[in-house]
């Protein structure tokens, strides 16, 4: 393979064998490619300065780079702006590893020759790149073999590689498509790693739902930095779609005075949600609840309730849905089923078969621990919050943010979380 640090100011010769003068970058295009052809290199100290020759006049480029053309005719290359310069736009940068989903720097460019060109085919980020820019690497490989041992190489594909670079024209929608196909708790993970500056950056090119999605998993202060530096618009939309509970912890650390902002911006039924959680002091069963969650009139049948489901707009939002609540006209709770129990039962079975006196239940001031200790003790997925004074079933606390409350921090980020994915 041949790597960019080998050819650095390396002399270029032309076809009749005279020094042309040193290469000092290669430039790409059509990066989105698993293979961007180089198109043209940059060589310094020429007679006429540095010029941009283009690469159909490559002849090889290791074991020495030779040109085709003579050196008093160049065939010159004329930028168009498209171009991508490895040495200045992606040697030493930080790019994210979309498969082994890291960030990592890039050490080395690894380029090689295919059907008479020269593509681009890998990002070298370990170890061994780096020495072989600081000229060391034959002799890690004399000590490799005099121990019998093959030095470890690692390259990353092209096409595995997305740009975070705030400046770098890196940032096409390729890396950006590759980039949110991450899960967003990898994303996020990425995200702990940067500046605020280059996190900003990094966000460009996500949707709403996918910017949602990986602040939920992000910590608090990559959560209130991207937020407070997006239009308050934006912002309100994407923490309407997030879980309310999670919107409602992030709404709570802000300042007051930005936390109305964005409550003002948001729909009336999403305002008025955050509005009913931020009530309840953040170690409450209330502060940790979320107030969607799959529910039916206490009056239908099976097959009722079923249509029900597939058509409210509210039982539709609920991505959990494991449990099924059964509630009569007040909003009080009569039963509870699991969907499973409600798909495989008879249609004409009413639901008042589930109803029951006895289901277990928080009220929205009991503490964290409270909720914990009944989903554990029970078993539960979820446990519905109900108010005290009007019996109204408030929300739900599911099992992940019931967990979150006694597990070990560097745990928490580990469970899945079941409402909202």
């Known amino acids: ?54 690469a159909g006049s ?42 082994g989903k890291r960030l990592v720097r890039v050490n080395d460019l690894q380029l090689a020759r295919k059907d008479h060109k020269f593509h681009l085919t890998g990002v ?13 690497d034959s002799l890690i490989r004399a000590i490799a073999r005099l121990f019998k041992k093959k ?59 996918q910017l949602a999605d990986t602040l939920e998993e992000s910590s608090v202060e990559i959560q209130q930095v991207v937020l407070t530096h997006l239009e308050p618009e934006r ?28 409550l003002r911006l948001m729909d009336d039924d999403d305002e008025e949600d955050m509005r009913v959680l931020l009530r309840y002091h953040e170690t409450s069963s209330g502060g940790i609840m979320t107030t969607e969650f799959a529910w039916v009139p206490d009056m239908l049948t099976v097959d009722e309730a079923l249509h029900h489901l597939r058509t409210n707009e509210e039982a539709l939002e609920d991505e959990f849905m494991y449990y099924v609540y059964i509630l009569d006209p007040e909003k009080h709770l009569k039963g509870v089923l699991t969907l499973r129990d409600l798909v495989t039962s008879p249609l004409e079975k009413p639901l008042s078969d589930w109803f029951d006196d006895h289901t277990v239940t928080v009220s929205p001031y009991d503490s964290q621990n ?52």
Not at 394 to 405: E, K, R, S
């Open 151 to 209: 030095p470890k190489s690692n390259v990353i594909p092209w096409e595995d590689v997305a740009s975070i670079e705030h400046d770098d024209p890196l940032r096409l929608k390729v890396s950006r498509e590759r980039l949110v196909q991450m899960e967003p708790a990898d994303i996020a993970a990425i995200l702990d790693d940067l500046d605020h500056h280059t996190s900003k950056a990094f966000l460009e090119g996500f949707t709403d739902e």
């Open 370 to 421: 409270e909720a914990a200790y009944l989903v554990a003790k029970y078993n539960l997925m979820a446990v519905p919050v109900i108010d005290p004074q009007s019996n109204e079933m408030l929300g739900i606390v599911t099992v992940d943010d019931a967990l979150d409350t006694v597990l070990p921090t560097a745990w928490k980020k580990k469970i899945p979380r079941f409402a909202g994915k």
């Open 58 to 99: 490559i002849v090889t480029l290791s074991p020495s780079i030779t040109l085709i053309t003579r050196s008093e005719e160049p065939m010159l290359y004329h930028p168009s702006g498209h171009e991508l310069y490895l040495k200045q736009r992606v040697l030493d940068q930080q790019i994210v590893d979309t498969e």
């Open 235 to 262: 912002a309100a939309d994407i923490l309407e779609e997030m879980q309310p509970d999670e919107a409602a912890d992030i709404l709570a650390d802000m300042e007051h005075g930005k936390s109305e902002e964005l």
């Open 124 to 136: 070298d980020v370990g170890g061994l790149g780096l020495l072989r820019r600081l000229g060391l």
């Open 1 to 54: 393979m041949i790597y960019l640090s080998k050819l650095l100011n390396q002399k270029v010769w032309d076809v009749f064998g005279r020094v042309v003068g040193q290469l000092d970058d290669i430039l790409i295009d059509n990066t989105e490619q698993n293979m961007p052809p180089i198109i043209a290199i940059v060589v310094k100290n020429t007679p006429r300065g540095t010029e941009l020759i283009d």
